[in-house]
Each structure stands twice: as structure tokens, then as C-alpha cells.
């Protein structure tokens, strides 16, 4: 496994209050891990935020190596596809391809070099073939 995510900032388990907070994402790229964002694009305005619109940030953020932008509306998905920002746009399905073209899989889905979300910590005994994981527990799996 060569990627260890790390899922809206978190590093060492959930933290429901820091997650999509624009210093705790730069918190976790400081220390040399890419993360998994939440975006929303909303009147002309961009934001980060997991059920809604939270946090405002600027183009200039976004664009920082080792995000992966989940796009949370579509119109945050074609903003960011328009202005050549990895990102990538799911609900519910088993596996989609990033703008970068990752396959990025749904938890329990292990597909050869794709990135899998982890719910929790637990061993992988797909580690060998995939590409890696989008966690909430980095230091787990570092």
C-alpha cells in the first residue's frame, strides 16, 4: 500500500468538531499526508464542510497538492472539473474515477490500485493490491 489519506484532516480517529476546518486539513498536508475534502460550491462561493456549507476557502486552497476534493453538490463538481482541481463526485457507488483518474471505492470495496475508505481501524488483507486507503486513523496505518 503507498497512499495513506487522511479522511477531512483527521489523523488519529474521528474529531467531528475540527473535520473540513481549513487549518486542521493544512495541520494534516504540514505533516506530509494528502487528504480527502468535502466541497461545496454555492452562490459563486466555495466552501468546505461534510453535510453543508461550512468553511470558505479560495480557489488557491483547493489547488494545494494532496487534496482530494469530494465535490458534495454538482456544482462544485463542475466548478472544480472547469478549473483543474482533482476531485471526484459519489453517492453511492461502488467505485468512481477521480479527475486525476484514481479509482477512489466505497468502504469494503478492494479493487487492484484503487483507494479504499477504512471505517474504523482493521486489518486489510487486500494491502498488497491496492493503491491505498482514506482514513480517519493515518497513524494506524502509517
Same mark, same amino acid.
Given at each position: 500500500?503507498?497512499?495513506?489519506?487522511?479522511?477531512?484532516?483527521?489523523?488519529?480517529?474521528?474529531?467531528?468538531?475540527?473535520?473540513?476546518?481549513?487549518?486542521?486539513?493544512?495541520?494534516?498536508?504540514?505533516?506530509?499526508?494528502? /487528504?480527502?475534502?468535502?466541497?461545496?460550491?454555492?452562490?459563486?462561493?466555495?466552501?468546505?464542510?461534510?453535510?453543508?456549507?461550512?468553511?470558505? /476557502?479560495?480557489?488557491?486552497?483547493?489547488?494545494?497538492?494532496?487534496?482530494?476534493?469530494?465535490?458534495?453538490?454538482?456544482?462544485?463538481?463542475?466548478?472544480?472539473?472547469?478549473?483543474?482541481?482533482?476531485?471526484?463526485?459519489?453517492?453511492?457507488?461502488?467505485?468512481?474515477?477521480?479527475?486525476?483518474?484514481?479509482?477512489?471505492?466505497?468502504?469494503?470495496?478492494?479493487?487492484?490500485?484503487?483507494?479504499? /475508505? /477504512?471505517?474504523?481501524?482493521?486489518?486489510?488483507?487486500?494491502?498488497?493490491?491496492?493503491?491505498?486507503?482514506?482514513?480517519?486513523?493515518?497513524?494506524?496505518?502509517?
Amino acid at each position: 500500500m503507498k497512499k495513506i489519506i487522511s479522511h477531512r484532516g483527521n489523523l488519529v480517529g474521528p474529531n467531528p468538531e475540527l473535520e473540513n476546518k481549513p487549518e486542521y486539513i493544512l495541520s494534516a498536508l504540514d505533516k506530509n499526508y494528502d /487528504v480527502e475534502i468535502d466541497v461545496w460550491f454555492v452562490e459563486n462561493k466555495i466552501y468546505l464542510g461534510h453535510d453543508r456549507p461550512t468553511y470558505k /476557502v479560495d480557489i488557491g486552497f483547493l489547488k494545494q497538492k494532496g487534496l482530494w476534493c469530494h465535490a458534495k453538490n454538482l456544482e462544485a463538481f463542475q466548478y472544480m472539473i472547469k478549473n483543474k482541481i482533482h476531485c471526484f463526485w459519489h453517492e453511492s457507488d461502488k467505485c468512481v474515477l477521480t479527475s486525476k483518474g484514481f479509482l477512489w471505492c466505497f468502504p469494503g470495496v478492494f479493487l487492484k490500485n484503487g483507494i479504499t /475508505v /477504512v471505517d474504523g481501524k482493521q486489518e486489510l488483507e487486500h494491502e498488497k493490491e491496492i493503491l491505498g486507503v482514506c482514513t480517519d486513523h493515518v497513524l494506524y496505518y502509517a
